[in-house]
């Protein structure tokens, strides 16, 4: 079957064995990244929501206690998304078709993890300034 036979939407990558390993170790680091993420995001999450319960009824203290909580979430967000790519990028290693989709969803949600790269990577540039 030539490309132009091939069904709309399967689409497969061809990888030799050496470059597969390389993606399941990939896809191995990045659900470790994002599973550390999740889990140390999660202890901030849950600090910064005593802090939250802490600051009483004072709203300066309780918005900022609240950014707080926005701010140790966003990691937790992230980690959710870099599993998910590297579920993603797991399955070209592993699938005989649909690489080009399970390579798009991975690219996809790789784009918010360092969009919320930048936003952490900006936040103390903003609160400096306010």
Request: proline share 3%; net charge negative; aromatic share 6%.
């Amino acid at each position: 079957m030539d490309d132009a036979d091939e069904p709309i939407g399967v689409a497969r990558v061809e990888f030799d064995e050496a470059e597969e390993r390389g993606l399941e170790r990939l896809a191995t680091a990045m659900g470790l990244v994002g599973l550390l993420q999740m889990l140390l995001g999660g202890i901030g999450v849950v600090l910064a929501l005593l802090l939250v319960v802490q600051s009483g009824a004072h709203p300066i203290l309780l918005l900022v206690a609240l950014l707080g909580v926005i701010y140790v979430a966003l990691p937790v967000w992230q980690g959710m998304l870099l599993r998910e790519a590297g579920e993603a990028i797991g399955k070209v290693a592993g699938s005989d078709e649909d690489d080009q989709e399970y390579l798009a969803s991975a690219f996809r949600r790789l784009r918010v993890v360092f969009i919320v790269e930048l936003i952490l990577a900006l936040w103390p540039v903003v609160r400096k300034l306010l």
